[in-house]
């Protein structure tokens, strides 16, 4: 169950600006990769919201819009992202790891306007991004431990669900609305009908193998 101990161990009790970084959307076949930013009041926040906030794979989508307008009045984020363009350029790893730093820049801009210096970024995964703005510490499985990270990780998948199911409504058939671009029976079937669209990734396997068996482009 995520908690506060890793931002309490960090001194955010004591003054520090402790913030949570994660991403979603690394294994969809389409759409962006969308990282989030939180920096919580944990002195301000109420008890029951807090103790809602977990990772956000664990939760409804009802829940995580519930938990993300209760916990706004008491926090600040920020989103950032990396476009299928990059991530076909790069590979999905570095336009994760640049999608977070993003995000943590532009939380650190915001902060900086109330007087606020980020002094660690809890960042989920194993690995950092090689230019944060701020010191980082790698938390794996950190939306399960951490509340920051959760309140990020809500965030993101709140923005990224909202993006892909505008983008269902502009390319109907894939199912984004409710898969989110990630590679269900009804995606994979409408790819063989109605082919790929500008927003699926050409760099992963699945959408590579069908550009190569048939030039059946769809813009």
């Not at 959307?25 to 969308?34: L, N, S």
């Not at 926040?45 to 956000?56: E, F, G, H, M, T």
């Not at 706004?72 to 992202?81: D, F, K, N, S």
């Not at 499985?141 to 990270?149: M, V």
């Amino acid at each position: 169950m995520a908690s506060f101990e890793l931002e309490q161990a960090a001194g955010a009790m004591a003054g520090r600006c402790i913030i949570g970084v994660d991403e979603v959307g690394r294994g969809p076949w389409a759409g962006p990769v969308v990282a989030a930013a939180a920096w919580l009041d944990i002195a301000a926040l109420p008890a029951p919201i807090a103790d809602r906030l977990n990772d956000s794979k664990t939760l409804s989508a009802v829940a995580r819009q519930q938990i993300l307008h209760a916990v706004t009045p008491y926090a600040e984020i920020a989103l950032g992202r990396a476009e299928v363009a990059e991530i076909d350029a790069v590979n999905i790893l570095q336009a994760s790891l640049r999608a977070m730093s993003r995000a943590v820049t532009a939380l650190s801009v915001m902060l900086a306007e109330q007087g606020k210096i980020p002094d660690l970024a809890l960042v989920d995964g194993n690995r950092l991004p090689a230019d944060l703005p701020c010191p980082g510490q790698a938390v794996v499985k950190g939306d399960a431990h951490s509340r920051s990270i959760a309140a990020a990780s809500i965030a993101a998948k709140c923005a990224r669900d909202a993006e892909m199911a505008l983008l269902d409504q502009r390319y109907p058939g894939y199912g984004w609305a409710r898969n989110a671009g990630y590679g269900t029976a009804q995606h994979r079937a409408a790819i063989s009908e109605i082919g790929i669209t500008v927003h699926h990734r050409r760099s992963f396997r699945p959408i590579l193998a069908f550009l190569q068996s048939a030039d059946n482009t769809t813009e």
